[in-house]
C-alpha cells in the first residue's frame, strides 16, 4: 500500500510557476513509476508526465518545455516543476504510482495509487 499526498498548488498569474511535490509513504517508492494527472469539472482525467524507477521521463506535449518531473528516492517524493503557467493549466492536479515501474504510462487506469489532488488556478 502506498499513500500519496500532494502538495504545492495555489493561485500564481500566467507566465508564473509553482512547483508541486508529492510525498509517498513506505520504504519501495523507488520501485514505482509516478505521474501526474490534471482533471477540470466535466473533463477526463489528462496525462501531464511520468518517471519511471530509471528515471525516464515522458511528458505531454501540452507541457513540453515548461513542465518537468523529477523525483528524489531518497525524500520518497516525486516532484513537477511547472513554468511559464497559462490559464489553460488550471485544473486539480493528482500524482499516481504505478507498480510496473519501469513504466511511463500516460493511461490513468494503469495506476495503482492515487494522491487526493491539489488545485492549480492560472490567472490572465
Known amino acids: 500500500q502506498v499513500q500519496l499526498v500532494e502538495s504545492g498548488g495555489g493561485l500564481v498569474q500566467a507566465g508564473g510557476s509553482l512547483r508541486l511535490s508529492c510525498a509517498a509513504s513506505g520504504r519501495t517508492f523507488s520501485r514505482y513509476a509516478m505521474g501526474w494527472f490534471r482533471q477540470v469539472p466535466g473533463k477526463e482525467r489528462e496525462f501531464v508526465a511520468a518517471i519511471s524507477s530509471g528515471d525516464t521521463t515522458r511528458h505531454a506535449d501540452s507541457v513540453k518545455g515548461r513542465f518537468t518531473i523529477s523525483r528524489d528516492n531518497a525524500k520518497n517524493t516525486v516532484y513537477l516543476q511547472m513554468n511559464s503557467l497559462k490559464p489553460e493549466d488550471t485544473a486539480v492536479y493528482y500524482c499516481?504510482?504505478?507498480?510496473?515501474?519501469?513504466?511511463?504510462?500516460?493511461?490513468?487506469?494503469?495506476?495503482?495509487?492515487w494522491g487526493q489532488g491539489t488545485q492549480v488556478t492560472v490567472s490572465s
Open positions: 499516481a504510482a504505478d507498480r510496473n515501474q519501469w513504466a511511463t504510462s500516460e493511461i490513468p487506469a494503469l495506476y495503482d495509487y
